[in-house]
């Protein structure tokens, strides 16, 4: 089965009924991509980048990260590459940023974080916009819960492109758009529209409008991506997009979650992005799928 699934590697995804499904790859480490032809893909829908901040030396310096993304960049051609920025918190401690506190899912992670450690956030966001000049980048801020924390990115970025460029260094300023993992986005993406797109995190989004930690066993029946819940919030943000003009992929692990993935798709849904190891199994299976067929 494994092998029949290859066949459609190399194939543009599509539904039984013709429709085309972007299907891309989620990268938590740039040396995933060595083993992949980046031709199997529609490019990199997540790249975590928690992976640079777990070294023995301490925080990476703008160098460093500007190496690890333009590897993955020029690894794509011009497919599109969208790289997230620090998720630290909650389920991701870093040493030396992230805080201690009693419910750290609830608490300073993701941009809220980067928000209040801008010397940090600032060295991130100038290394992602001098890779931007190495492909096709688009940058992504996790836990987005208000909208004021786009602009405040924004704004960084802006300045952080304009000294790169006052500096005699090539840089251009990346879109940036925001996971939708957190539910008052989905309730209410008319007010994040100024943001470039969205990306639906299933994995948090799940935990938090279920109130069902991800890492908890004991309650793991409760989380479910497909629950109606979770489904009405997908299909919320996919119109909320739609509206505004903006794309809509989703990059949790209900993407690749074969009883999940035709509910998604009968949201509305036409682009995903799964783990590298899904790849094959996520094309062959949406070629087997009808739009209409949920169960
Ligand atoms: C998610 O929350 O669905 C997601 C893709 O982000 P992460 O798993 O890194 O929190
Ligand atoms: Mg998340």
Same mark, same amino acid.
């Given at each position: ?183 008052? $986005? %989905?309730? +209410?993406?008319?007010?994040? @529209? *100024? &943001? ?7 994995? /948090? ?28 919030? $997908? %299909?919320? +943000?996919?119109?909320?997009? @739609? *509206? &505004? ?7 949790? /692990? ?29 094309? %062959? ?11």
């Amino acid at each position: 089965e494994a092998e029949a699934a290859k066949t459609y590697l190399g194939r543009p995804a599509a539904t039984a009924c013709g429709v085309p499904i972007s299907v891309m790859i989620n990268v938590a480490a740039p040396e995933e991509v060595d083993a992949l032809d980046p031709a199997h893909c529609d490019g990199i829908g997540l790249m975590r980048t928690e992976f640079l901040f777990h070294g023995a030396g301490g925080l990476p310096d703008e160098d460093s990260q500007y190496q690890a993304y333009r590897k993955v960049l020029e690894w794509a051609g011009g497919r599109s590459v969208t790289i997230r920025t620090l998720d630290a918190g909650g389920d991701k401690p870093v040493p030396g940023l992230t805080v201690e506190e009693s419910n750290p899912f609830l608490g300073c992670r993701g941009i809220r974080l980067s928000l209040r450690r801008p010397e940090v956030f600032r060295v991130q966001l100038r290394a992602l916009a001098r890779a931007g000049c190495r492909g096709n980048l688009q940058v992504m801020l996790p836990m987005v819960s208000m909208p004021e924390e786009i602009e405040a990115a924004a704004r960084l970025l802006d300045t952080c492109v304009a000294e790169l460029h006052a500096e005699g260094h090539e840089a251009v300023r990346p879109p940036l758009g925001i996971m939708v993992e957190v539910p008052a $986005v %989905a309730v +209410t993406p008319e007010r994040f @529209a *100024a &943001a470039a797109f969205f990306s639906i995190g299933s994995n /948090d989004l799940t935990q938090y409008v279920l109130a069902a930690g991800r890492n908890s066993p004991d309650v793991a029946e409760l989380g479910r991506a497909d629950d109606p819940a979770v489904l009405a919030l $997908v %299909a919320s +943000t996919l119109r909320g997009g @739609a *509206a &505004a003009g903006l794309p809509v992929s989703l990059c949790g /692990d209900a993407g690749s979650d074969l009883a999940v993935l035709p509910k998604l798709l009968a949201c509305g849904l036409r682009r995903v992005s799964v783990a590298p190891a899904a790849l094959a199994r996520v094309k %062959a299976a949406l070629a087997g799928m009808r739009l209409g067929d949920d169960g």
